[in-house]
Antibody, heavy 128, light 107 residues
Framework: EVQLVESGGGLVEPGGSLRLSCAAS????????MSWVRQAPGKGLEWVGR??????????HYAAPVKGRFTISRDDSKDTLYLQMNSLKTEDTAVYYC???????????????????WGRGTLVTVSS | DIQMTQSPSSLSASVGDRVTITCQAS??????LNWYQQKPGKAPKLLIY???NLETGVPSRFSGSGSGTDYTFTISSLQPEDIATYYC?????????FGQGTKLEIK
C-alpha cells in the first residue's frame, strides 16, 4: 500500500526541540521530492519546506517563518523523511503533514508540483 | 512570495446548487495552480492540477479554470459529501503558497 505515516509529535515547551518522522511505503522513496506542510488549529495550510531527491541534489528550501530553525533531511535506506524543529515557538503549534507527488504524471513537471499523497499528520503543541 | 487570495472565505449552498470559488494570485502564475479538498480531521486531497486537470477518480462535477492571476473552482451540482474546506495552491514559485481556504456548508 502506498502511504506516508508521520510520527514524533507531542507537547514541547517554547524554545525546545522536536524531531518528526515520515515513513514512506509502496513507492520508490529515493526518487521522491518530499515536502512538509503544516496547519495550525482552525487555520489554513502552510508550506514548511521541501527536500529534493539525492539524485537531483538533495537540496532543501524553507518557508521564511521556519528558516534557520527547522531542518529537513532524509534517510533513503529507511524510506524516511525527517523534520528537525529547534527553537520552537507557540506559533509553530500545528498538525504537520508530509506530502509528495506520486500518481500525477505530467511530462515536464517538477516532482513537487502536485501534492497527491499525504500522511495523516502529527500534532505538535508548543506550550508552557 | 506569491500571495493567493481566495474568496469567499465561507459559503452556504443547497444540494444541487452550482458553487464557485475564486483564487487570485499576486502575480501571473501561468496556470501553475492546484485545488485541494480537506474534510475535518483529514489530510488535504488533490482535486485539480494545472488549473483545470481533474485528478484521477475525482467526480466530474468538479472543475477548474482560469489563467494569469485569476482562477475559478466550480462544483456543478453540490452533493452532501462535498462539505469541506477548499484550498488553492500555487507552484509557480517557492515558497509554495496556499489560499486561506473556503469553508463550504450545506444550507
Amino acid at each position: 500500500e502506498v502511504q506516508l505515516v508521520e510520527s514524533g509529535g507531542g507537547l514541547v515547551e517554547p524554545g525546545g526541540s522536536l524531531r518528526l518522522s515520515c515513513a514512506a511505503s509502496g513507492f520508490t522513496f529515493s526518487n521522491a521530492w518530499m515536502s512538509w506542510v503544516r496547519q495550525a488549529p482552525g487555520k489554513g495550510l502552510e508550506w514548511v519546506g521541501r527536500i529534493k531527491s539525492k539524485t537531483d541534489g538533495g537540496t532543501t528550501h524553507y518557508a521564511a517563518p521556519v528558516k534557520g530553525r527547522f531542518t529537513i533531511s532524509r534517510d533513503d535506506s529507511k524510506d524516511t523523511l525527517y523534520l528537525q524543529m529547534n527553537s520552537l515557538k507557540t506559533e509553530d503549534t500545528a498538525v504537520y503533514y508530509c506530502t509528495t507527488q506520486w500518481g500525477v504524471v505530467v511530462v515536464g513537471a517538477s516532482p513537487d508540483w502536485y501534492f497527491d499523497l499525504w500522511g495523516r499528520g502529527t500534532l505538535v503543541t508548543v506550550s508552557s | 512570495d506569491i500571495q493567493m487570495t481566495q474568496s469567499p472565505s465561507s459559503l452556504s449552498a443547497s444540494v444541487g446548487d452550482r458553487v464557485t470559488i475564486t483564487c487570485q494570485a499576486s502575480q501571473d502564475i501561468s496556470n501553475y495552480l492546484n485545488w485541494y479538498q480537506q474534510k475535518p480531521g483529514k489530510a488535504p486531497k488533490l482535486l485539480i492540477y494545472d488549473a483545470s486537470n481533474l485528478e484521477t477518480g475525482v467526480p466530474s462535477r468538479f472543475s477548474g479554470s482560469g489563467s494569469g492571476t485569476d482562477y475559478t473552482f466550480t462544483i456543478s451540482s453540490l452533493q452532501p459529501e462535498d462539505i469541506a474546506t477548499y484550498y488553492c495552491q500555487q507552484y509557480d514559485n517557492l515558497p509554495r503558497t496556499f489560499g486561506q481556504g473556503t469553508k463550504l456548508e450545506i444550507k
